[in-house]
């Protein structure tokens, strides 16, 4: 791949600390920010066995894939995106706000940005937080300038570095290569499934959920996560290491 065509943030830019996959580091992070603590991260330990399942609270708002990048994602990102425009949009009538990543290292964040942003979990955003703040000024933006309103918040900064330090194992330095991407997958309000990358040129809208399902309903389920792995599978020899963690009610 051309240089020009690669979706990966130049090395010259600021790059923070790869964010643990973890949901509790993950969940510290978006209370540090501002999020409600009546919402939490958890992780989703199959969705083929109703059993484990069970064990989710729902409504699940945001579901965030986590996995290696592939040839098999790459040749179908370049595919999928080659005819597409890049994303202009802004203001209250956006069906999803998406934040395009200029931070090296941050697709963690971002996908965490997404499920925050969207759908009923803002509504939990508490009042006057970083958070509300940073969606409020974040709205009215092009993408573009979205991207540098991130790039410059010194309070997302702040509450990354803090919650990246806190994880279970050593974090690694700033300016290591880390393979594992985050894409976030959110319900909006007129009930399509969105795929929220910051990797791509814009929010996918994946097709139409039922006004009772959430993000791990099997329609979404089919539309999102079960279609990528599909696509895995069926390379044959793709790497199918990925997890799944859901943004839903809290456990407390």
């Given at each position: 791949?051309?240089?020009?065509?690669?979706?990966?943030?130049?090395?010259?830019?600021?790059?923070?600390?790869?964010?643990?996959?973890?949901?509790?580091?993950?969940?510290?992070?978006?209370?540090?920010?501002?999020?409600?603590?009546?919402?939490?991260?958890?992780?989703?330990?199959?969705?083929?066995?109703?059993?484990?399942?069970?064990?989710?609270?729902?409504?699940?708002?945001?579901?965030?894939?986590?996995?290696?990048?592939?040839?098999?994602?790459?040749?179908?990102?370049?595919?999928?995106?080659?005819?597409?425009?890049?994303?202009?949009?802004?203001?209250?009538?956006?069906?999803?706000?998406?934040?395009?990543?200029?931070?090296?290292?941050?697709?963690?964040?971002?996908?965490?940005?997404?499920?925050?942003?969207?759908?009923?979990?803002?509504?939990?955003?508490?009042?006057?937080?970083?958070?509300?703040?940073?969606?409020?000024?974040?709205?009215?933006?092009?993408?573009?300038?979205?991207?540098?309103?991130?790039?410059?918040?010194?309070?997302?900064?702040?509450?990354?570095?803090?919650?990246?330090?806190?994880?279970?194992?050593?974090a690694p330095p700033a300016d290591d290569k880390v393979d594992l991407h985050y894409v976030c997958f959110v319900k909006s309000e007129n009930n399509h499934l969105w795929e929220m990358d910051g990797r791509r040129?814009?929010?996918?809208?994946?097709?139409?959920?039922?006004?009772?399902?959430?993000?791990?309903?099997?329609?979404?389920?089919?539309?999102?996560?079960?279609?990528?792995?599909?696509?895995?599978?069926?390379?044959?020899?793709?790497?199918?290491?990925?997890?799944?963690?859901?943004?839903?009610?809290?456990?407390?």
């Amino acid at each position: 791949m051309a240089e020009n065509e690669s979706p990966d943030v130049p090395t010259s830019r600021k790059r923070f600390v790869p964010l643990e996959n973890n949901p509790e580091v993950m969940s510290s992070l978006v209370h540090k920010l501002g999020l409600s603590q009546k919402l939490a991260f958890h992780d989703v330990f199959s969705i083929d066995e109703p059993e484990l399942l069970a064990f989710v609270p729902r409504p699940a708002l945001a579901l965030l894939l986590i996995f290696p990048v592939s040839e098999t994602y790459e040749r179908f990102r370049v595919q999928e995106d080659k005819d597409r425009v890049e994303y202009t949009g802004c203001g209250p009538d956006e069906d999803v706000v998406w934040y395009k990543q200029t931070i090296g290292n941050a697709c963690g964040l971002i996908g965490l940005l997404h499920g925050v942003s969207n759908g009923e979990a803002r509504s939990h955003i508490e009042p006057n937080s970083n958070l509300a703040k940073l969606l409020t000024d974040a709205i009215p933006l092009k993408p573009a300038k979205r991207a540098d309103l991130l790039y410059e918040s010194e309070a997302l900064e702040s509450a990354h570095q803090s919650a990246a330090a806190g994880g279970d194992t050593a974090a690694p330095p700033a300016d290591d290569k880390v393979d594992l991407h985050y894409v976030c997958f959110v319900k909006s309000e007129n009930n399509h499934l969105w795929e929220m990358d910051g990797r791509r040129k814009g929010p996918l809208d994946r097709g139409e959920l039922a006004a009772g399902d959430d993000v791990l309903s099997d329609q979404a389920l089919e539309l999102g996560v079960r279609s990528f792995l599909k696509r895995e599978q069926e390379a044959g020899g793709g790497d199918l290491r990925f997890s799944l963690i859901v943004l839903s009610p809290s456990l407390d």
